[in-house]
């Protein structure tokens, strides 16, 4: 990254990139679970809160606005607990990437159950390093097109299923108050947050600092009325006792559209969804800990490290012993990784306010 430059319009994508990933696979469950049939609730306040914390981000971003957050942790909070920080984050992130890694390769078994599944995660791989290698620029432009296609395809299977819901299932909005959507939060802010902690590593790329602030909103904006609006469909459909057993809601939808009780195989429009949204939820996630290894360790370039990353990479997405374990590890990362660092941002830039810190 580090001199590499992008646009505006390339921001508010990233962050689309970031804000929906893969999540809109898992989102419904544990958001189901916490909140029930308020579940949508959570979301959509998840994003806002969110949105606030990437507004503490850019501030951050004003007072180092050559820096990453891995570069000026230790600035802001002394040395050495900065760099244990920014190490956390580092693994952090690459443990995710191995996590999202291993989800693709568990959904790939539906559309290719003969494949086995080490070709398959050789060839993300593959896929993986050659955009790293030619740049952070490149996936930005290809974020671009990407992310406006995983927003269409989305479209398409909330549009094809509403014949097929049931709104009734939504009512009565907040039938055991305010509580269960509170604790939704504790799942729900941890998966919005998720492009605001990959912003933390791009936002000194920007070329134009101030539109960052309309890219963040805009993104959070979309975001979060789109996974909102899965969420609820997903409700009206399934209802909160099915769509929690269901593995992967969205796919489950995904099976029953039909079109004048002729046109069916609508799972065709998820696999391209996914192939998209795995595509760019790998690189999310792989581009932070890679550069912020390289800048935590001084490196003058980080792309020497994107190889053997990988391969650590691959390993650890065999750890799981099965799809159940993968599914635990998705709902622990929330509250025990994701929430400590999404916090810690706001914390930082208090920090920073109190010492009066900033680049110069």
């Known amino acids: 990254m580090y001199k590499e430059k992008i646009s505006a319009n390339q921001a508010l994508m990233l962050v689309l990139a970031g804000g929906v990933g893969n999540i809109f696979v898992v989102i419904a469950v544990p958001a189901i679970k916490d909140a029930g049939r308020d579940g949508w609730i959570s979301v959509l306040l998840a994003y806002g809160i969110a949105a606030l914390i990437g507004l503490t ?20 909070i002394g040395k050495i607990p900065g760099k244990i920080a920014g190490l956390f984050y580092i693994i952090a992130f690459w443990v995710m990437t191995a996590h999202i890694l291993r989800v693709a390769l568990e959904l790939m078994k539906f559309f290719l159950p003969e494949t086995p599944s080490v070709y398959v995660s050789i ?5 993986m390093v050659y955009v790293m290698k030619k740049g952070f620029e490149v996936f930005s432009r290809t974020a671009e097109f990407f992310s406006i296609t995983m927003i269409v395809l989305i479209f398409i299977l909330i549009l094809f299923i509403l014949p097929d819901l049931e709104w009734a299932n939504l009512a009565p909005v907040m039938e055991n108050g305010v509580m269960p959507v509170i604790k939704g939060l504790r799942t729900q ?69 039909q079109i004048a009780n002729t046109f069916a195989g609508f799972e065709a429009i998820f696999m391209t969804l996914w192939l998209s949204t795995a595509y760019l939820a790998l690189q999310v996630f792989f581009y932070p800990p890679v550069v912020g290894l390289a800048q935590w360790l001084n490196l003058k370039d980080y792309k020497p490290l994107i190889i053997p990353m990988t391969i650590v990479i691959i390993a650890l997405a065999t750890v799981p012993s099965n799809v159940i374990e993968v599914l635990k590890v998705d ?30």
Do not use: H
């Open 123 to 127: 060839l993300m791989s593959i896929l």
């Open 57 to 76: 981000l850019i501030q951050l971003g004003k007072r180092f606005p050559d820096k990453t957050f891995v570069q000026y942790l230790p600035i802001v």
């Open 189 to 257: 802010v941890p998966y919005a947050a998720e492009t605001i902690l990959f912003m933390a590593i791009w936002l000194p790329c920007l070329n134009d600092g101030k539109k960052a602030t309309k890219a963040l909103l805009i993104g959070m904006l979309i975001s979060g009325i789109l996974l909102t609006a899965l969420v609820a469909v997903n409700i009206a459909f399934a209802g909160i006792e099915l769509t929690p057993k269901q593995l992967y809601p969205v796919f489950y939808i995904s099976s029953y559209i």
């Open 331 to 360: 709902t622990l990362k929330n509250p025990y990784v994701i929430l400590p660092l999404s916090l810690l941002i706001p914390f930082v830039w208090v920090v920073s306010v109190i010492r009066k810190l900033d680049e110069s």
